[in-house]
């Protein structure tokens, strides 16, 4: 068995690049985490902002997807439905993972315009994707790992030269 002291700082540095990512893609892999709400019942719901005292902003109803043991692909959905009768606009954001529904589409919407009433039904694959709209399209983990490789690469760099 080869110690430690006598690989080169090279070598290492490879080995943990390749356990990092292999630990930020793999890892979360089996879980999403969804916003699960309903704006008819759960005014907060309808646009994640915070309007009960002491609550905790856009991240209230974000909770891990249960999902039967046959499920295929596991994702976040938001329906928008719009009620003409009324004039109301509801919200519910959820878990799914009936993904013959997408027609093998990711991060997609459908539209359908019934007697009464609109709505959209969007899927996502990220943690949280079923929020408001965000600015941040990119995976945090992803970004982790893109970040500690120019990190290990800089420091390789500093070592060497």
Not at 4 to 11: F, G, H, I, V
Not at 24 to 37: D, E, M
Not at 61 to 81: M, N
Request: charged share 20%; aromatic share 6%; hydrophobic share 40%.
């Amino acid at each position: 068995m080869v110690s430690l002291t006598k690989l080169s700082s090279a070598t290492v540095l490879s080995f943990t690049v390749i356990i990092t990512l292999i630990g930020c893609f793999v890892l979360s892999a089996n879980a999403i985490r969804c916003h699960q709400c309903n704006s008819h019942l759960d005014e907060d719901c309808n646009s994640l902002r915070l309007t009960v005292p002491r609550g905790v902003r856009d991240d209230q109803y974000l909770d891990d997807c249960q999902v039967p043991d046959d499920a295929t692909r596991v994702f976040c959905r938001k329906t928008v439905t719009n009620i003409i009768v009324n004039s109301e606009k509801r919200i519910v954001r959820s878990c799914g993972w009936r993904a013959e529904d997408l027609r093998g589409r990711n991060d997609t919407c459908m539209t359908a315009d019934n007697e009464g009433f609109f709505e959209e039904i969007c899927a996502c694959f990220t943690d949280g994707c079923n929020s408001a709209p965000s600015s941040m399209g990119v995976q945090t983990n992803v970004l982790m790992a893109f970040g500690l490789s120019i990190l290990m690469i800089i420091s390789s760099a500093v070592r060497s030269g």
